[in-house]
T-cell receptor, first 112, second 116 residues
Framework: DAGVTQSPTHLIKTRGQQVTLRCSPK?????VSWYQQALGQGPQFIFQ???????QRGNFPDRFSGHQFPNYSSELNVNALLLGDSALYLC???????????FGSGTRLTVV | AQKVTQAQTEISVVEKEDVTLDCVYE???????LFWYKQPPSGELVFLIR????DEQNEISGRYSWNFQKSTSSFNFTITASQVVDSAVYFC?????????????WGAGTKLIIKP
């Protein structure tokens, strides 16, 4: 049973560009959350998708947007990249709050 | 307000020593879930344990044990006879919320260094 799959694993972008990160949830999970983790810090919640809608959002600007597809997979889009957007982006899937989250290995984004 | 506090930023011990990682939480919900995750240098967050607010029974899994005390809002994690492979950042987290509107609230993490 595959866990959470994220792609790509690494990415280098130039300041001002746009990036799309992808996530396939664990089989049977219907909720996807995205986190940003800067080096040496804990994960910061970006947003959560359930039934193809954004249900909750953390303290991130509108440059960060997302989408959830009918098969529960999800995309994270970041526009107008800043150097400070360089981080590990983690996707987590869950079925309910009691089940906890299964995390992917993350996408390491470097903005130069 | 909900909050998770891991006061220990970094702990360094010699292999085979026991070590306890502290976690204190705040929540207004009566129903909530607490978690510990391990993040090795590879970056992936590895699930260790889940505990619901109605189950205060302590748990032991091999060299790992967890002490949940609602009276002090703490959920501490102990590694017995530590090994170098235990070196990682450990996060304590809390889930609260209703229906589909829930999110993990994270502590800042404790970096554990096990010296050979």
């Amino acid at each position: 049973d595959a866990g959470v799959t994220q792609s790509p694993t690494h990415l280098i972008k130039t300041r001002g560009q746009q990036v799309t990160l992808r996530c396939s949830p664990k089989s049977g999970h219907d909720t996807v959350s995205w986190y940003q983790q800067a080096l040496g810090q804990g994960p910061q919640f970006i947003f959560q998708y359930y039934e193809e809608e954004e249900r909750q959002r953390g303290n991130f600007p509108d440059r960060f947007s997302g989408h959830q597809f009918p098969n529960y997979s999800s995309e994270l889009n970041v526009n107008a990249l800043l150097l400070g957007d360089s981080a590990l982006y983690l996707c987590a899937s869950s079925l309910s709050r009691s089940s906890g989250y299964t995390f992917g290995s993350g996408t390491r984004l470097t903005v130069v | 307000a909900q909050k998770v506090t891991q006061a220990q930023t970094e702990i360094s011990v010699v292999e085979k020593e026991d070590v306890t990682l502290d976690c204190v939480y705040e929540t207004r919900d009566t129903t909530y879930y607490l978690f510990w995750y391990k993040q090795p240098p590879s970056g992936e967050l590895v699930f260790l344990i889940r505990r619901n607010s109605f189950d205060e029974q302590n748990e032991i899994s091999g060299r790992y044990s967890w002490n949940f005390q609602k009276s002090t809002s703490s959920f501490n994690f102990t590694i017995t006879a530590s090994q170098v492979v235990d070196s990682a950042v450990y996060f304590c987290a809390l889930i609260q919320g209703r229906d589909s509107n829930y999110q993990l609230i994270w502590g800042a993490g404790t970096k554990l260094i096990i010296k050979p």
